[in-house]
Every structure is written in C-alpha cells, then in structure tokens.
T-cell receptor, first 117, second 113 residues
Framework: EAGVVQSPRYKIIEKKQPVAFWCNPISGHNTLYWYLQNLGQGPELLIRYENEEAVDDSQLPKDRFSAERLKGVDSTLKIQPAELGDSAVYLC???????????????FGEGSRLTVL | SQKIEQNSEALNIQEGKTATLTCNYTNYSPAYLQWYRQDPGRGPVFLLL?????KEKRKERLKVTFDTTLKQSLFHITASQPADSATYLCALDGTGGYNKLIFGAGTRLAVHP
C-alpha cells in the first residue's frame, strides 16, 4: 500500500515569491492534515480536512497561506508571498474514518522542506 | 497555559541498555497519548498509543506508561540498539477526541555501540 505522497521534497525560493506543496493521502483516508515543523520542534497543525471540508483552520495564517482539497482526495497548500520565517518543513498526514479500525494514528508523508532566501 | 514538555537534551545511552524518555503535559486532559519516531529528513512514524484508562502498553521492545495524576508518560526501549537512534515525539489529543494531535518538541536518542 502506498503511503502519503508529498511533492516537492525540497524547494528554495526568494522571499515574496509564491510556493505550492502537494499531498496525496493514503487511499480511503478521509481526514487530511497539513503540519508545519520548525527545526528542533514538533509538528504544529495548520489545517485539517474531513473529506473536502476544512474543519479546523484556526492555526492557518490566512493572510498568506491557503489550502484546498477540492475532490476530497489530494490537497494543495500555498504560500503567497513567502517570508523568511516560512522556512520550515511542511508535513502532510492522513488518517482513516473514525471507527473500530481507527486508532487515532496519523500517517505522515516525508515532508516538503522550504527554504526562503 | 497548555504545555507538552519533552527533554530537549539528547539522551545518550550504551547499546543494550534501556532508554527512558519522558513526556510531561500541563493543562490538558487527553483521552490518549501517542508516541512517534522521526528520523532526520523523514516524517514521523507512529509507534504506540495509550489511552487514559490504561496504565501500560507494550509492543516488542517498547513500553509506554501513562499516569494521568502525574500528567506524565514514560517511553521505554529495552535492549536498545544503534538503529533505535532517532527523535521520539509524544503527542496527545488536545480536544478530548480523535484527530486533534498536539505534539511535543521531541527528544533525540543516540544509542552508542
């Protein structure tokens, strides 16, 4: 079974440029998350989707960040314009529908490392 | 304020010994707590989940305890191996339900031959 796929793995841009990250979750996982991880820190939730609905975007800086999951499968996270402080790893995760088989475990992708110069 | 604290200093141990990592939390009432392993440049990988009504959970060489009175979880790796070297993250549910995980900063473990 394929895991969570993210691209690109690495991105270097200059400040004020836009950038987009893509995530394809595990098949059948209806919940998708975007996390931000700074060096030496744990992941911090940016947004959580249940199918195509953003059910928790309270931590998403909406002035420059946006996300979409139009068909309830893959998702895109965009930053426009990027700032120096946005340099971090952007992690996507997914989890299956709640029920007996759901242990609360999150399945993470390998992350997209962003460097803003 | 709400906090999850893991030892920020790396834990260095000798191969074969038991590694014990600590996760303390403040002002949360989690229904469960999870532990993840993260290797450099990789995403976190789930290891174990322990619920609030469970005192201890084991999986192979791993053991997790959960003390809701002390607000603490301990994560043990017995007979540690150099391959166990990684950062270990604890995470708890911040809202009392599934799918709202709050992560600690992690503790780096280095197992020396």
């Amino acid at each position: 079974e394929a895991g969570v796929v993210q691209s690109p793995r690495y991105k270097i841009i200059e400040k004020k440029q836009p950038v987009a990250f893509w995530c394809n979750p595990i098949s059948g996982h209806n919940t998708l998350y975007w996390y931000l991880q700074n060096l030496g820190q744990g992941p911090e939730l940016l947004i959580r989707y249940e199918n195509e609905e953003a059910v928790d975007d309270s931590q998403l800086p909406k002035d420059r960040f946006s996300a979409e999951r139009l068909k309830g499968v893959d998702s895109t996270l965009k930053i426009q314009p990027a700032e120096l402080g946005d340099s971090a790893v952007y992690l996507c995760a997914s989890s299956p529908p709640q029920g007996a088989a759901n242990t609360g475990e999150l399945f993470f992708g390998e992350g997209s490392r962003l460097t803003v110069l | 304020s709400q906090k999850i604290e893991q030892n920020s200093e790396a834990l260095n141990i000798q191969e074969g010994k038991t590694a014990t990592l600590t996760c303390n939390y403040t002002n949360y009432s989690p229904a469960y707590l999870q532990w993840y392993r993260q290797d450099p440049g990789r995403g976190p990988v789930f290891l174990l989940l322990i619920r609030e009504n469970e005192k201890e959970k084991r999986k192979e060489r791993l053991k997790v305890t959960f003390d809701t009175t002390l607000k603490q979880s301990l994560f043990h790796i017995t007979a540690s191996q150099p391959a166990d070297s990684a950062t270990y993250l604890c995470a708890l549910d911040g809202t009392g339900g599934y799918n709202k995980l709050i992560f600690g900063a992690g503790t780096r473990l280095a197992v020396h031959p």
